[in-house]
């Protein structure tokens, strides 16, 4: 059984289709990522899985229980992070997590120490007793993906929980999403930024205009795109064109370039198992290999594949 | 039931500490039935004292005011964000719907403490029958009307300028076209007329009897109690029907 799966999911917005026909699933114990630009549904199908929004029309189930007809059942094992930290603008931090962890029934005995930990870990203690309304835009995006962390969830729904947060609080929130998924929960994490994504996923979903465009392994996505590594070698050879043709006959290699008679730039696929084949190349040819620099396909290149337009420039439309 | 607490306890702390708007709302009050009550009870001369019937109006009219806030404030956590995250918490769309009417309910308890101690001081003379029967009105009452409130609420989901709009239109309709500040029988007939389809015609009358005005100046309270009772479920069913079927959190992005 699948942690969460959905079939044949849509939700319309009047004419706009948010989610069209959407086959998904997230394994038991996993961190599956939603990549996509702004748009592209992934807030959407958040809020369906967490029964926030309802389906137009098709079926999700989260640990086999419907979110159509079981939501309060659904709601009882998830918990989510919204994109926008509101809504409690006179509380204080540490009422509003004792709050959360009061009602998704977090132990009284355990619940003052894991929210002074929390706080102390996301760098919020020292705001723990400032209104949400005083609270910067990194404090209170820290402070809702919080509420995640003190529930400790068995599907936990992040979306875009480092957004707003400087790089080193990104980190404190991926280091507890992992601790997270160590003690057993699954986990979806919607988000637009690629190193997020590669830091987090087990499996990534590209999402684009409402539907699931690839769905795998970052390696494998990654891999999947023919001549997406691109290997540049500088190397010492009395007969470069000779060279340059017996380098084009190595197995995934799409094109060679030089740029000078001893600087090459290869497009290939799989640079990992291409470079030892290139290196016995090299060998046989008598060439001298003085640097080799080997640069991988990033998320975004994966999108621009799939898609055929780039994260960035979709996510700023 | 715990979470139904938690949640209406951990909304309605910030709101004392201190309590501005209840003091303020008391405080006018005061001022209303002090200054304003006891100068026109002296020009009008048809019914007994108009200062006590002032004051009960006064105290309808804050019933109706908060019923109105509840389905306002509901609108307001819709588009703060708050309204997905209540939505997204393990509590059933029922016990959340109780939970808004039950914060409603303490809310005007609060805010009607002073201003009932008052009034009922100014009429004197009642039976703790006569007083719990008439808070039971108010409370019956104040459902109804925020149970309207709440239906309408789902208009601003539309358009909140819509919302608005109606909202204010109907309260200046409701409260005027009605027997809240004049009695039913000095109404002319036009007006009369209208007041006959305004809820607080019949929540003010109704009120008005438990508290031993004249019964001659008011609705018969069998009516006035069949039509407030229905307003009451009609309303909070409707509503409980849009939260449990309808509604969803305002998608932000």
């Given at each position: 059984?699948?942690?969460?799966?959905?079939?044949?999911?849509?939700?319309?917005?009047?004419?706009?289709?948010?989610?069209?026909?959407?086959?998904?699933?997230?394994?038991?114990?996993?961190?599956?990522?939603?990549?996509?630009?702004?748009?592209?549904?992934?807030?959407?199908?958040?809020?369906?899985?967490?029964?926030?929004?309802?389906?137009?029309?098709?079926?999700?189930?989260?640990?086999?229980?419907?979110?159509?007809?079981q939501s309060t059942r659904v709601r009882q094992i998830l918990g989510i992070a919204f994109q926008e930290a509101r809504g409690f603008w006179r509380h204080k931090p540490a009422d509003i997590l004792r709050f959360h962890a009061s009602v998704c029934g977090v132990p009284r005995a355990k619940r003052d120490t894991l929210i002074e930990n929390l706080l102390r870990?996301?760098?919020?203690?020292?705001?723990?007793?400032?209104?949400?309304?005083?609270?910067?835009?990194?404090?209170?995006?820290?402070?809702?993906?919080?509420?995640?962390?003190?529930?400790?969830?068995?599907?936990a729904i992040l979306d875009e929980p480092s957004s707003q947060v400087d790089l080193r609080g990104k980190r404190k929130i991926w280091a507890q999403i992992h601790k997270l998924q160590e003690e057993g929960s699954t986990i979806?994490?919607?988000?637009?930024?690629?190193r997020e994504a590669e830091y987090l996923a087990d499996r990534v979903t590209v999402l684009d205009k409402g539907k699931s465009v690839v769905c795998d392994t970052v390696r494998q996505l990654k891999d999947s795109i023919t001549g997406g590594d691109i290997v540049e070698l500088e190397i010492d050879s009395p007969e470069p064109q000779?060279?340059?043709?017996?380098?084009?006959?190595?197995?995934?290699?799409?094109?060679?370039?030089?740029?000078?008679?001893?600087?090459?730039?290869?497009?290939?696929?799989?640079?990992?198992?291409?470079?030892?084949?290139?290196t016995d190349t090299c060998y046989r040819s008598k060439a001298r290999i003085l640097s080799i620099r080997v640069t991988e396909p990033s998320l975004d290149d994966v999108f621009l594949h799939f898609t055929g337009r780039a994260l960035r420039e979709t996510s700023n439309e | 039931m715990s979470n139904i607490l938690r949640l209406i306890w951990f909304d309605l702390k910030p709101e004392l500490k201190p309590p501005v708007w209840i003091i303020m709302e008391w405080s006018v009050f005061l001022v209303q039935v002090g200054v304003y009550?006891?100068?026109?009870?002296?020009?009008?001369?048809?019914?007994?004292?108009?200062?006590?019937?002032?004051?009960?109006?006064?105290?309808?009219?804050?019933?109706?005011?908060?019923?109105?806030?509840?389905?306002?404030?509901?609108v307001e956590h819709a588009h703060e964000g708050r309204l997905p995250y209540l939505l997204s918490l393990p509590i059933s769309r029922s016990k959340l719907f109780l939970t808004i009417a039950l914060q409603g309910g303490t809310e005007l308890a609060l805010m009607l403490a002073v201003p009932l101690t008052v009034t009922l001081l100014i009429i004197g003379n009642l039976t703790w029958v006569s007083v719990v029967a008439c808070v039971l009105a108010l409370f019956l009452l104040g459902f109804g009307?925020?149970?309207?409130?709440?239906?309408?609420?789902?208009?601003?989901?539309?358009?909140?300028?819509?919302?608005?709009?109606?909202?204010?239109?109907?309260?200046?309709?409701?409260?005027?076209?009605?027997?809240?500040?004049?009695?039913?029988?000095?109404?002319?007939?036009?007006?009369?007329?209208?007041?006959?389809?305004s809820p607080l015609t019949y929540g003010s009358d109704l009120i008005r009897f438990f508290l031993g005005f004249d019964p001659s100046i008011l609705l018969n309270p069998y009516y006035a109690v069949s039509v407030v009772a229905a307003l009451a479920v009609s309303t909070l069913g409707l509503g409980l029907f849009l939260v449990q079927r309808l509604v969803e959190g305002v998608k932000s992005a």
């Open positions: 059984m699948y942690a969460v799966e959905t079939k044949d999911l849509t939700k319309r917005y009047g004419k706009t289709w948010a989610l069209k026909n959407l086959d998904f699933t997230i394994d038991e114990n996993e961190i599956m990522v939603l990549l996509g630009p702004n748009g592209s549904g992934k807030t959407t199908l958040l809020l369906i899985l967490a029964t926030v929004l309802k389906p137009t029309s098709g079926q999700a189930e989260v640990m086999g229980l419907d979110v159509s007809t870990d996301l760098e919020l203690w020292d705001a723990r007793n400032k209104l949400f309304m005083h609270l910067s835009g990194g404090q209170t995006k820290r402070l809702e993906v919080a509420k995640v962390f003190v529930h400790r969830p068995k599907f979806l994490v919607a988000t637009n930024e690629v000779i060279l340059k043709r017996a380098l084009g006959q190595i197995d995934g290699t799409v094109k060679i370039t030089n740029s000078s008679s001893n600087r090459f730039k290869a497009y290939v696929s799989m640079a990992e198992s291409w470079v030892p084949k290139m | 009550g006891a100068m026109i009870s002296q020009l009008v001369t048809g019914i007994g004292n108009y200062s006590q019937f002032f004051a009960v109006g006064l105290v309808i009219m804050i019933t109706f005011d908060l019923g109105s806030h509840i389905g306002r404030h509901f009307v925020a149970g309207l409130m709440l239906a309408l609420s789902f208009i601003a989901f539309k358009s909140s300028d819509l919302y608005t709009a109606i909202v204010t239109g109907l309260s200046t309709i409701i409260i005027r076209f009605s027997t809240v500040l004049y009695p039913f029988i000095f109404l002319p007939p036009q007006y009369a007329t209208a007041a006959a389809f």
